[in-house]
């Protein structure tokens, strides 16, 4: 089945610092890429979905300017926290789509601890 | 708005068998996915379901009433590694994932 990877797979930061994840398809081109938001025991929260080649949809509520997402190629989006906070701390999960992206795979997530 | 309700905790002995409802509404339906993601893990797939009926997959199966704007998720013969949380989503007419907030199910010895 289709692959993706995430990197890192947990960091801690300080406050005020900028941590930037990595999604990658490994084994197809994915079209569209999503990132979402997971905090301890509640539900997947889509933070943005992403084409490549174009600009970021972003969910209402987050920050454009905070989570920049770059999806420069058909294998690769990233997402900036850019002065993280303490309460940015969460599980972000990233997910890919080809084609009709029916489907979507996922990434196995990344552990942010911001001190 | 659009919603997807499900039960927020579950709990089923091991070997029986449980089955984890849902019910959706949304803007559009094209497709049903049940996921299941263990405590510090991303969601793992289960199943999709696009036309009404059941489809089975080992000891998992899944229904579909798009009339009802209903599904459920049926486990058999309880293992203690199915502790886990079963996500329910539905794509909607953008072909984006609505979620539900998951069901978490305990399985006891």
Not at chain 2, 7 to 29: D, K, L, R, W
């Amino acid at each position: 089945g289709a692959v993706v990877s995430q990197h890192p797979s947990r960091v801690i930061c300080k406050s005020g610092t900028s941590v930037k994840i990595e999604c990658r398809s490994l084994d197809f081109q994915a079209t569209t890429m999503f990132w979402y938001r997971q905090f301890p025991k509640q539900s997947l929260m889509l933070m943005a979905t992403s084409n490549e080649g174009s600009k970021a949809t972003y969910e209402q509520g987050v920050e454009k300017d905070k989570f920049l997402i770059n999806h420069a190629s058909l294998t690769l989006s990233t997402l900036t926290v850019t002065s993280a906070h303490p309460e940015d701390s969460s599980f972000y999960i990233c997910s890919a789509a080809a084609g009709d992206h029916n489907e979507q795979f996922f990434g196995p997530g990344t552990r942010l601890t911001v001190l | 708005g659009q919603n997807i309700d499900q039960p927020t905790e579950m709990t089923a002995t091991e070997g029986a068998i449980v089955q984890i409802n849902c019910t959706y509404q949304t803007s559009g339906f094209n497709g049903l996915f049940w996921y299941q993601q263990h405590a510090g893990e991303a969601p793992t797939f289960l199943s999709y379901n696009v036309l009404d009926g059941l489809e089975e997959k080992g000891r998992f199966s899944s229904f579909l009433s798009r009339s009802k704007g209903y599904s459920y998720l049926l486990l058999k013969e309880l293992q203690m590694k199915d502790s886990a949380s079963y996500l329910c989503a539905v794509t909607d007419s953008n072909y984006q994932l609505i979620w539900g907030a998951g069901t978490k199910l305990i399985i006891k010895p």
